[in-house]
């Protein structure tokens, strides 16, 4: 059964740090792109960044890029997302999601975690 | 960025009934590659469907996805209670930094 747990949400103050994990298990994990995606309150869902299997490419969405940095340890079946200069607008879950695709990134996503929650307030 | 409009807002329907959901693109999507979800309150989402038209594993077949260009929309046919919930597309055919989420539909018991 595949299994994403993410951990590491906390309330952090504007301008802040935050490391994001995502635990994975129940597939092989160094054969998928991985994902993050968040959800603030109440809102819909928005697409932060996604790492190749190899983590040999990453992408970011403009709203997070040069701030956030993604990588992962495929020895540790493990996703993270590095969030520095945190900003209010940056309060969501965030969600670690699996990439449908396998030996092809499929850019959609069949596994989801519960997600982890962020807020940022002063 | 490839915008994805999703209407109506909200769906007031009755158990049994057929619920017709639209996603509207604002270009494009190439090769249909378009994706629903549905998400229940506290819960993550779920894939429903890929391609446009393809269920995802488990997905009952009362569920059905269609649509290509700008227009797709994602069809229940008879809604059963665990259906009430927020349906979003979603697309992935621009580009990694072009993935997208439509605003998304609740379909609430009327």
């Known amino acids: 059964e595949v299994q994403l747990v993410e951990s590491g949400g906390v309330v952090v103050q504007p301008g802040g740090s935050l490391r994001l994990s995502c635990a994975a298990s129940?597939?092989?994990?160094?054969?998928?792109?991985m994902h993050w995606v968040r959800q603030a309150p109440g809102k819909g869902l928005e697409w932060v960044s996604l790492?190749?299997?190899?983590?040999?490419?990453?992408y970011y969405a403009d709203s997070v890029k040069g701030r956030f940095t993604i990588s992962r340890d495929n020895s540790k079946n493990s996703l993270y997302l590095q969030m520095n200069s945190l900003r209010t607008e940056d309060t969501a879950l965030y969600y670690c999601?699996?990439?449908?695709?396998?030996?092809?990134?499929?850019?959609?996503?069949?596994?989801w975690g519960q997600g982890t929650l962020v807020t940022v307030s002063s | 960025e490839i915008v994805l409009t999703q209407s109506p807002g909200t769906l007031s329907l009755s158990p049994g009934e057929r619920a017709t959901l639209s996603c509207r693109a604002s270009?494009?999507?190439?090769?249909?590659?378009l994706a629903w979800y549905q998400q229940k309150p506290g819960q993550a989402p779920r894939l429903l469907i890929y391609?446009?038209?393809s269920r995802a594993t488990g997905i009952p077949d009362r569920f059905s996805g269609s649509g290509s260009g700008t227009d797709f929309t994602l069809t229940i046919s008879r809604l059963e209670p665990e259906d009430f919930a927020v349906y979003y597309c979603?697309?992935?055919?621009?580009?990694?930094?072009?993935?997208?989420f439509g605003g998304g539909t609740k379909v609430e018991i009327k």
């Open positions: 999601a699996k990439d449908a695709g396998g030996g092809r990134t499929q850019y959609y996503f069949d596994y």
């Open positions: 129940g597939f092989t994990f160094d054969d998928y792109t």
């Open positions: 790492i190749s299997w190899d983590g040999g490419s990453t």
């Open positions: 270009q494009s999507v190439s090769s249909s590659y």
């Open positions: 391609g446009a038209s």
């Open positions: 979603q697309q992935y055919g621009s580009s990694p930094q072009g993935l997208t």
